[in-house]
């Protein structure tokens, strides 16, 4: 086994600046940070090509003989994402179908009230939920699945690509996406290889029963919207050929009797990382600047756009390489799904597949955590508005485990997004903690009766808002992840960024540890401090020595008889799974899904639900 992690480490202040960097960091904070979505500089673009060659990129490509069902997208669609915007494919011949989700688009609010428990509301609009931006479907008569040959797509990790290919009468049509960092913005190129051309229909739809107008002159089609919240969104689409011909029809786009076109999709929100500004920056148009990244991206050639996109993506990419070893010749010849299922039945090592699965982790990582929100359940892909528990941020500890991988396999960059949202929230975080964790009806108020520093419940959102009930542990968890980041880095601009978050959870500790008094082998007795009330990831100690109470994941718990979210009562035991297991690599992909739980596995990034059939 070899694995390389070719990443530097920048040190940057010494021990002397660090107190001036804190100050500076915490004026930072309060002055908030910049939009998620906003204008930007065009990127510089290679002057040549980094596109890999066949036989190297096909090392890390994971490929399938089938497009993916409309009807099992989160199974089967294939992601892109540009850390911000991501989208799951379909990669139909006849009928492709992008499902297009912003990071920052989220219903709810502060959530800063609590139930007569003296724990948060966790609904849909209280709380919020991570939601889908829109829909983006390009049909193309004549290549339905029944007069297609040869038909492959493949999921490309190391350029951050999906290709498809195929042939109708004797032509080969290629299609090939990719959601752009640079260029911010989601990229379809359509060709062919002979003397085939395009005629069909490319529409943009909102998921919130918005109107998408188009506007003829100009060959784009756009919508914008807000939510009850004030959070406003928008999205636009934009086609290009040099061949045939493109025009506005109602409010589609249509292309006839093109040999190739491109189709440049962008959207976002006006979220802004900053408390103070109610996590709104009220100068972004989303509907307008989604309309000038699409049209500004469609400007340049598609070569440009891959080339600027491949460079970007590879740079991230290639900081870490692994070989577990050579797989056979017979398992190379078989596709994704079916190389699965082999390596499940037949318990028969295939090193190269395996690999693969640590790199489609980084691949994910990758096209989710870049320049905005961090990486919640989900990521940005969702295949509709109701994701399982909101698609929020888990404290406990799934969003944790989303970023274990960043430094040990060389993606320091990507848990910026995480570091930053902890920043970002921790006005919110600490002015609610003060406020209302130690009511009387919370069960895990402090037995000391003080309270200092900031604490979450186990579900989080981007507006400081806590959901579900109180999570005592979850700062100390969050806080480790952040203080492991700097001894990966040694970047005491880093640290001190980072400081009060860390500073406030220390405090909430100062006020929370308790005293008991315990007894040794001799007989000594000594007073020592202990938590109050707390437990490990999953399972654990509610009180200082009382009898552990495991957390069933499903179901109900000893201490309670209300079925946890996303649950239905009576769930049996084989359906009780904490994060950590349901996680777990072994989940096996034929496993029936356990009566009366939404799915065999725990939702977050990484997790693959055991029922059905999935690419991934």
């Not at 508005?385 to 960059?413: C, F």
């Not at 402090?446 to 959102?461: D, K, L, M, P, Q």
């Not at 806590?466 to 640290?495: I, K, M, V």
């Amino acid at each position: 086994m070899e694995f390389r992690n070719t990443e530097s480490r920048v040190v940057r202040p010494s021990r002397r600046g660090f107190l001036g960097l804190a100050a500076a960091a915490g004026a930072a904070t309060a002055l908030g940070g910049l939009p998620t979505f906003a204008a930007s500089a065009a990127p510089r673009r290679p002057s040549g090509s980094p596109l890999l060659s066949g036989d190297a990129a096909a090392k890390n490509q994971l490929w399938w003989q089938a497009p993916g069902s409309a009807t099992s997208m989160i199974e089967q669609g294939l992601p892109v994402g540009n850390g911000r915007l991501g989208a799951l494919a379909s990669n139909d011949p006849a009928h492709e179908l992008l499902m297009i989700t912003d990071a920052t688009l989220w219903t709810g609010g502060r959530n800063d009230t609590l139930d007569g428990d003296g724990q948060f509301p966790y609904g849909r609009d209280d709380f919020g939920s991570l939601t889908m931006l829109a829909t983006l479907t390009v049909d193309i008569p004549g290549h339905d699945l029944g007069t297609v040959d040869n038909y492959r797509r493949t999921l490309d990790l190391a350029q951050g690509l999906v290709s498809v290919a195929y042939d109708v009468a004797g032509v080969g049509y290629r299609r090939q996406m990719f959601a752009s960092h640079p260029d911010d913005a989601i990229v379809l190129h359509f060709s062919q290889q002979g003397r085939g051309t395009y005629t069909g229909t490319v529409s943009l739809a909102g998921t919130h029963g918005e109107s998408t107008t188009a506007e003829h002159a100009g060959r784009y089609a756009s919508f914008g919207a807000s939510f009850a919240n004030g959070l406003r969104y928008g999205a636009a689409v934009t086609v290009h050929s040099d061949t045939g011909t493109v025009a506005v029809t109602g409010a589609a786009i249509s292309v006839t009797g093109c040999r190739e076109f491109t189709v440049v999709v962008s959207g976002g929100t006006n979220y802004a990382p900053d408390a103070a500004a109610g996590f709104r920056d009220p100068s972004v148009d989303p509907e307008r600047l989604a309309r000038d990244k699409a049209l500004a991206a469609a400007r340049e050639s598609v070569r440009d756009l891959l080339n600027t996109h491949v460079a970007d993506f590879r740079q991230a990419f290639e900081q870490f390489a692994i070989d577990l070893g050579t797989s056979s010749a017979a398992q190379r010849e078989l596709d994704t799904w079916e190389r699965t299922q082999a390596r499940w039945r037949d318990n028969v090592a295939d090193p190269e597949l395996e690999a693969a699965y640590l790199q489609l982790g980084r691949y994910l990582l990758i096209s989710g955590s870049r320049g905005s929100l961090p990486i919640g359940l989900q990521g940005p892909w969702l295949a509709g508005n109701d994701p399982d528990w909101m698609g929020d941020y888990h404290s406990d500890v799934n969003i944790q485990m989303s970023y274990w991988l960043a430094d040990r396999a060389g993606l320091t960059d990507t848990f910026d997004a995480f570091a930053d949202y902890c920043v970002a929230q921790l006005p919110v975080w600490t002015e609610v903690t003060r406020r209302m964790f130690n009511t009387s009806t919370n069960r895990f108020r402090n037995t000391s009766g003080r309270i200092a520093g900031w604490a979450v419940a186990y579900s989080t959102n981007p507006y400081g808002g806590s959901g579900w009930w109180w999570h005592p542990s979850g700062n100390a968890w969050l806080c480790q992840n952040l203080f492991e980041h700097y001894e990966y880095t040694q970047d005491r601009a880093y640290l001190a960024k980072v400081y009060p978050v860390i500073k406030g959870a220390v405090e909430f500790w100062e006020t929370r540890l308790v005293n008991v008094t315990v007894t040794d082998a001799s007989g000594a007795s000594r007073e020592v401090l202990v938590a109050d009330r707390d437990w490990s990831p999953s399972t654990g100690r509610r009180t200082p020595g009382a009898t552990p109470t495991p957390r069933n994941w499903c179901g109900t718990s000893s201490r309670t008889t209300t079925p946890r979210p996303g649950c239905s009562a009576g769930t049996p035991a084989t359906a009780r799974l904490s994060p950590a297991s349901a996680n777990a690599s072994t989940c096996p992909r034929s496993a029936p899904a356990p009566a009366g739980s939404r799915s065999g596995c725990h939702p977050t990034t990484s997790a693959r639900p055991c029922t059905g059939t999935s690419p991934l």
